[in-house]
């Protein structure tokens, strides 16, 4: 296998994790992100659920439909050539093996090379199903948003539920998943589990001991009032936007937009032939 084809190949993961390479992912919604992101080197661009809250202004995960899914997936493959891009599958749209297969098989139509889902031993059968088809699978255990009810984002800072973590990413593993996205576990917790898969684990809010890292998008760049501790951001550019809009209102009230520079002209005789026009 060429090293191009290896790249956007699920199995680079693995070997990525036996050489001790982080993995980078990054959530992506849009075409124009698409190429920045692709031509960063990010090794996974994720069509992540959290589309609806970032980008279509619902309320919660559970808004997100296969429709959105599949438009945004569509829209990101157009801009990615060199990472593996990986769609999540919303919620309830795996509730059985058959509708998973079929859901992550429209996935896979839209430009999706992998498909992720939540949850850990009750979707473990999911997973079967879907790489039986043919189609690489990463699970994400931890903090479900999915799911969550509660009010506490860390998930397995209590021994039974870091046990669950475990467990759960254990069967994850046994079932065929290409890697596992870990959300908001305790460091600790992560490091345990890390070692304890020959897959790579992918952490959001897990710490140093992941064997990859994957963030929010709109997150990194500033694009949100959203604040995590997990979270870092690179950039501003929800201000820098903002800015840019209220200038641009200012000059157009001010009538300082458009200017000499941004006007089409037509030549004078076109102009006075146009003229005898209008007058007939
Ligand atoms: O949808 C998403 O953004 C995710 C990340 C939290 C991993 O699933």
């Given at each position: 296998?060429?090293?191009?084809e290896?790249r956007?190949?699920p199995?680079?993961?693995?070997e990525?994790?036996?050489?001790g390479?982080?993995v980078a992912?990054?959530?992506?919604?849009?075409?124009?992100t698409?190429?920045?992101?692709?031509a960063?080197?990010v090794d996974?661009i994720?069509?992540g659920?959290?589309?609806?809250?970032?980008?279509?202004g619902?309320?919660s995960?559970?808004?997100?439909?296969?429709a959105?899914m599949?438009?945004h997936?569509?829209?990101?493959?157009?801009?990615?050539?060199n990472a593996?891009?990986?769609?999540?599958?919303?919620y309830?749209?795996?509730?059985?093996?058959?509708?998973a297969?079929?859901?992550?098989?429209?996935?896979a139509?839209?430009g999706a090379d992998m498909?992720?889902?939540?949850?850990a031993?009750?979707?473990?059968?999911r997973?079967?199903a879907?790489?039986?088809d043919?189609?690489?699978v990463?699970?994400?255990?931890?903090h479900?948003?999915?799911?969550?009810?509660?009010?506490?984002h860390?998930?397995?800072?209590?021994?039974?539920?870091?046990?669950?973590?475990?467990?759960?990413?254990?069967?994850?593993?046994?079932?065929?998943?290409?890697?596992?996205?870990?959300e908001?576990?305790?460091?600790?917790?992560a490091?345990?589990?890390?070692?304890?898969l020959s897959?790579p684990?992918i952490?959001?809010?897990?710490?140093?001991?992941?064997d990859?890292?994957?963030?929010?998008?709109p997150?990194?760049?500033?694009?949100n009032d959203?604040s995590?501790?997990?979270?870092?951001?690179y950039?501003?550019?929800g201000?820098t936007?903002?800015?840019?809009?209220a200038?641009?209102?200012?000059d157009?009230?001010?009538k300082r937009?458009p200017a000499?520079?941004h006007?089409?002209?037509i030549?004078?005789?076109e102009?006075?032939k146009?003229?005898?026009?209008?007058?007939?």
């Amino acid at each position: 296998m060429s090293d191009e084809e290896l790249r956007t190949t699920p199995g680079i993961l693995s070997e990525m994790k036996r050489r001790g390479e982080p993995v980078a992912m990054l959530t992506c919604y849009d075409f124009p992100t698409a190429i920045l992101q692709d031509a960063s080197n990010v090794d996974v661009i994720l069509v992540g659920d959290s589309v609806g809250i970032n980008v279509l202004g619902y309320e919660s995960p559970q808004q997100v439909t296969m429709a959105d899914m599949l438009h945004h997936t569509r829209a990101v493959r157009r801009g990615v050539r060199n990472a593996i891009l990986l769609a999540d599958l919303p919620y309830r749209s795996y509730e059985t093996d058959s509708q998973a297969v079929d859901n992550a098989r429209l996935l896979a139509d839209a430009g999706a090379d992998m498909v992720k889902l939540e949850g850990a031993e009750e979707v473990a059968g999911r997973i079967e199903a879907i790489t039986a088809d043919g189609m690489p699978v990463v699970g994400h255990v931890g903090h479900l948003p999915q799911t969550w009810k509660g009010n506490r984002h860390v998930y397995g800072d209590r021994a039974d539920e870091a046990a669950r973590v475990l467990t759960g990413a254990v069967a994850l593993e046994a079932a065929g998943a290409a890697a596992v996205v870990l959300e908001c576990v305790p460091e600790q917790v992560a490091g345990v589990v890390s070692r304890a898969l020959s897959i790579p684990t992918i952490g959001i809010g897990s710490g140093r001991r992941c064997d990859g890292q994957v963030l929010v998008a709109p997150d990194l760049l500033g694009l949100n009032d959203f604040s995590f501790r997990y979270s870092k951001r690179y950039a501003e550019l929800g201000r820098t936007a903002g800015k840019a809009f209220a200038r641009y209102v200012n000059d157009v009230k001010g009538k300082r937009y458009p200017a000499e520079e941004h006007r089409y002209r037509i030549r004078n005789e076109e102009l006075r032939k146009f003229k005898a026009l209008a007058e007939e």
